[in-house]
């Protein structure tokens, strides 16, 4: 069953955290729970100018990402291969030489579950062929949830948002 997600009103599932996480479900979609919102920052994520990149680090996707005047530069970690539910089938193989991905923000107030705003941006082609080249790899094998949360703690803990997007592999912006 799909859930209706509309700005203003209660965010349909989980609520209760802060951060930025990436999800793939028929489509990616990047999610900012976040508290106390100033009008300025959903202005930020609504129609400011935006930046993200990828970067591997111990076989982590993390997915950068920064919309001017609401957040900057926050890091989603992602692995395909922790969905187990087949939905690489749903992942395009290969893009035609002008197309990208799209991907939906949403931006969920983390105290009230108020959703406070949605975003439809189009990916660059050269951005959308190395996610696709990366998920499509990670979702190869079964990862044991247990070895990539430790690596995931350790990687968290030795690099902030900033140095992972210093060894960023690709980038894609625009407003």
Do not use: W
């Amino acid at each position: 069953m799909l859930n209706k997600i509309e700005v203003g009103k209660k965010y349909p599932g989980n609520y209760n955290f802060e951060g930025i996480k990436l999800d793939y479900n028929h489509g990616f979609t990047l999610y900012a729970f976040l508290s106390n919102l100033s009008k300025e920052e959903v202005q930020g994520f609504k129609k400011g100018k935006y930046k993200f990149a990828l970067t591997e680090e111990q076989g982590i996707l993390f997915f950068l990402s920064e919309f001017k005047g609401a957040i900057d530069m926050s890091d989603a970690p992602f692995h395909f291969g922790l969905y187990r539910d087949g939905r690489i089938k749903d992942l395009p193989k290969s893009l035609g030489p002008q197309d990208g991905l799209s991907l939906t923000v949403i931006v969920v107030d983390s105290a009230t579950g108020i959703v406070k705003a949605i975003r439809y941006i189009g990916l660059s082609h050269v951005f959308s062929n190395k996610l696709i080249e990366i998920c499509i790899e990670q979702s190869k094998g079964i990862i044991d949830v247990e070895k990539y949360n430790k690596r995931l703690r350790l990687v968290q803990m030795r690099y902030t948002s900033q140095e992972l997007y210093k060894k960023s592999i690709v980038e894609c912006e625009g407003k």
